[in-house]
């Protein structure tokens, strides 16, 4: 039973709800008519797809949202099945003005509910398609086979300027660096006992290029390997649904097999 298949939920979720356009000042001419400065007009934000699938992003949930979703991945690690967990979670605050807290939690045995896993973090949006986000992936859990005890984290991610997106305001390349510890430093139980293997790398990084509106491609290392995978985001205003997908650990670093990984989620304003 693995955590990985959750994290695509936490920042699938988290991703797609994004700042409002911030409050810019405006110039008047002589005849009270609003001239926009060219800067603000060239400004690209993330567009609405997700970032990642492991490792977590500077952008997350705010203004009142609360949001939950599946997670399913095969073969987690070495002996080991299928597995399919929820997740859930909620965003208040406002990451523009002052700064944004997002907490969520994970149930790992959906039929009994009995393991489970909570974390959060708080994030600020800097300018220019720059947010700032740290926090805790797990900062409190009873999963019995993982062990790998709290990790926390710091990520800044960004919104190349200087490539046109899809649509005016958005961006199409999205970037991420960030580190932690647990789960991004250290190997599952499974894969020292099985591989030999206990450590990773602690600095965790994701790129994500939008192919199409509201779909991007995703590249990858989290830490302990390196993932690929797409995130489409479907248009529809005020509730956010999102799917991410991909094939997790390719370089065979944390099991001995690449696994496919699945996320599907919603996320609502609830005022």
Same mark, same amino acid.
């Given at each position: 039973?693995?955590?990985?298949?959750?994290?695509?939920?936490?920042?699938?979720?988290?991703?797609?709800? &994004?700042?409002?356009?911030?409050?810019?000042? @405006?110039?008047?001419?002589?005849?009270?008519?609003?001239?926009?400065?060219?800067?603000?007009?060239? &400004?690209?934000?993330?567009?609405?797809?997700?970032?990642?699938? &492991?490792?977590?992003?500077?952008?997350?949930?705010?203004?009142?949202?609360?949001?939950?979703?599946?997670?399913?991945?095969?073969?987690?690690?070495?002996?080991?099945?299928?597995?399919?967990?929820?997740?859930?979670?909620?965003?208040?605050?406002?990451?523009?003005?002052?700064?944004?807290?997002?907490?969520?939690?994970?149930?790992?045995?959906?039929?009994?509910?009995? @393991?489970?896993?909570?974390?959060?973090?708080?994030?600020?949006?800097?300018?220019?398609?720059?947010?700032?986000?740290?926090?805790?992936?797990?900062?409190?859990?009873?999963?019995?086979?993982?062990?790998?005890?709290?990790?926390?984290?710091?990520?800044?991610?960004?919104?190349?300027?200087?490539?046109?997106?899809?649509?005016?305001?958005?961006?199409?390349?999205?970037?991420?660096?960030?580190?932690?510890?647990? @789960?991004?430093?250290?190997?599952?139980?499974?894969?020292?006992?099985?591989?030999?293997?206990?450590?990773?790398?602690?600095?965790?990084?994701?790129?994500?290029?939008?192919?199409?509106?509201?779909?991007?491609?995703?590249?990858?290392?989290?830490?302990?390997?390196?993932?690929?995978?797409?995130?489409?985001?479907?248009?529809?205003?005020?509730?956010?649904?999102?799917?991410?997908?991909?094939?997790?650990?390719?370089?065979?670093?944390?099991?001995?097999?690449?696994?496919?990984?699945?996320?599907?989620?919603?996320?609502?304003?609830?005022?």
């Amino acid at each position: 039973m693995g955590r990985f298949s959750t994290v695509i939920l936490h920042v699938t979720v988290g991703a797609i709800l &994004l700042a409002p356009q911030p409050s810019f000042p @405006q110039e008047t001419s002589q005849a009270n008519e609003i001239v926009v400065p060219e800067s603000i007009l060239r &400004l690209r934000l993330p567009n609405a797809a997700g970032k990642s699938i &492991l490792s977590p992003t500077g952008w997350g949930a705010a203004y009142n949202t609360i949001f939950g979703g599946m997670g399913y991945q095969t073969d987690a690690y070495p002996g080991g099945g299928s597995d399919a967990d929820w997740s859930f979670g909620a965003g208040i605050g406002d990451p523009v003005k002052l700064i944004g807290a997002q907490g969520h939690g994970t149930i790992y045995d959906i039929s009994g509910f009995s @393991q489970i896993s909570l974390g959060g973090k708080l994030h600020r949006y800097l300018g220019r398609g720059t947010s700032v986000a740290a926090g805790a992936m797990t900062l409190i859990e009873n999963v019995d086979d993982q062990n790998l005890g709290r990790s926390f984290f710091i990520v800044v991610s960004h919104t190349l300027q200087t490539v046109d997106g899809t649509r005016p305001g958005v961006g199409r390349v999205h970037l991420s660096l960030g580190a932690g510890s647990g @789960q991004f430093a250290s190997m599952p139980l499974a894969t020292r006992a099985s591989l030999g293997t206990t450590g990773g790398t602690w600095f965790f990084g994701n790129a994500a290029v939008e192919l199409a509106e509201n779909w991007n491609a995703i590249a990858e290392w989290d830490g302990l390997a390196m993932n690929l995978g797409m995130s489409y985001s479907l248009p529809l205003p005020g509730f956010y649904p999102a799917i991410t997908m991909g094939i997790a650990d390719i370089t065979k670093n944390v099991g001995d097999r690449p696994r496919f990984v699945f996320g599907a989620g919603s996320a609502l304003r609830v005022f």
